[in-house]
Structures are given as C-alpha cells and as structure tokens.
C-alpha cells in the first residue's frame, strides 16, 4: 500500500521569501503524484500532477514540484510567496488502479 | 466547462438520522470519489464509482453507502448517523480510471447533533 507524509503542519513564510512544502512518499511501484490546495470552505483544486514523464513538473499559480526517486520525494516550492498562498496544501499518491492517498496535508501562513 | 458540483452545500442532522449527499461530475467524466475530511483525520477515501459500479471502498463501516445513477451523477447515503460523521464530504470526478486526475467539487459539509 502507498502512503504519503507531509513533513510541517503549518509552515510560516514572509510575503516575497521561497516556499517549500515537504512531501515523501512510500510506494513500491512507480506512482502518480499530486499536490492539491484548498482555501477556506472550499474544495481541492489541482496544483500540479507527475506522471512518469518530466521529473519537474510546473504548475499553477508559480508552484513547481521535482520527483526525486532516490529520494522518494516530491517537494512544493514557489520562489516568492504571496498572501494569496496562505492556504492548505495536500500532496496525494496514486498507483495503479487504487484511488489517491493524502497527507495530513500543511498549513501555509504568509505574512506581510 | 461547469466544474464538479455537490448539493447541499450545508446539511444538519441529529444523531440515528439518514443524510444523502448529492454529486454530479464534470461532463464526460464517467468516475466519481467520495472522500470525508473530518477535523484531525484529514482526507479520507471513501468510496470510487465508475460506470455505475463500486469499484473499491475505504475503511468505513457499511452504513456508509452510495450509487451512481446511468447519467455518472452520485449519491452517498450515511445511515445511523453518529456525531463523529461530522465532517466535509468532497466529491471528485475523474475520466475513467482512477490514475487519471480527480477534479474535486466544493464540498457538502455534514453536522451532526
């Protein structure tokens, strides 16, 4: 079975500074990779998404995540943060048929 | 394109009462995911629909239950509600197969008293 850990739930950052949001992942075949975020009293909405093809993958809103095998990782970052950042953020997996698995997911605060 | 939609947004029940949660997928998405998201449990996977069959289920008892009806829209049926099945119920919808992206709806949020 796979599994996700999200390292930090609430990491704190000043508007302008680099984001990074941790994730690692267990699987023991090649899986999908996920970040979604959500904002207050909302659904998730899909940030970006690896699937086996380029290991950075860009997605919305200036967020990047690079997959790392060795490593089984798939950090978040974004060079500068903006408060419209500040939201919560879940790195999921997904192999083969099974359905997609979450982390606790991390809370990101962006002050001024 | 509408977006995954789900219906109520807010629903308020007393312990032992049923609550059926609606979902309609995005148009040509034929999968459809009920996930809970309770406070300090974070996202659970529920149950995965797919051409009106349940094609797998999460760690929940029986009297968590759904359908999807011949146009891919959804129903989750909660029986014998407990407090604790106070929670955010997301919906999401994918095309078929579930290693394909799920688009996720704004979500019913379920009270339970």
């Known amino acids: 079975a796979q599994s996700v850990t999200q390292l930090g739930s609430h990491v704190s950052v000043s508007e302008g500074a680099l984001v990074l949001l941790r994730c690692n992942y267990s699987?023991?075949?090649?899986?999908?990779l996920f970040w979604y975020v959500q904002y207050p009293n909302q659904g998730l909405q899909l940030l970006l998404k690896y699937t086996s093809a380029a290991t950075l993958v860009k997605g919305i809103n200036g967020f990047e995540a690079e997959f790392k095998k060795s490593e089984t990782s798939f950090h978040l970052t974004k060079p500068s943060a903006h408060m419209s950042d500040a939201a919560e953020y879940f790195c999921a997996v997904s192999v083969g048929y099974s359905t997609l698995t979450f982390g606790k997911g991390t809370m990101l605060l962006v002050s001024p | 394109e509408a977006g995954v939609t789900q219906s109520p947004t807010h629903l308020i029940k007393t312990r032992g009462q049923q609550a059926t949660l609606r979902c309609s997928p995005i148009s040509g998405h034929t999968s459809v995911y009920w996930y809970q998201q309770a406070l300090g449990l974070g996202l659970q996977f529920l149950l995965w629909y797919d051409e009106g069959e349940e094609r797998n289920r999460g760690n929940f008892p029986p009297r968590f239950s759904g359908r999807q009806f011949p146009n891919y829209s959804s129903e989750l049926n909660v029986n014998a509600l407990e407090l604790e099945d106070s929670a955010l119920y997301l919906c999401a919808s994918s095309l078929a197969g579930s290693t394909d992206t799920q688009y996720f709806g704004p979500g019913t949020r379920l009270t339970v008293l």
């Open positions: 699987s023991s075949v090649p899986p999908y």
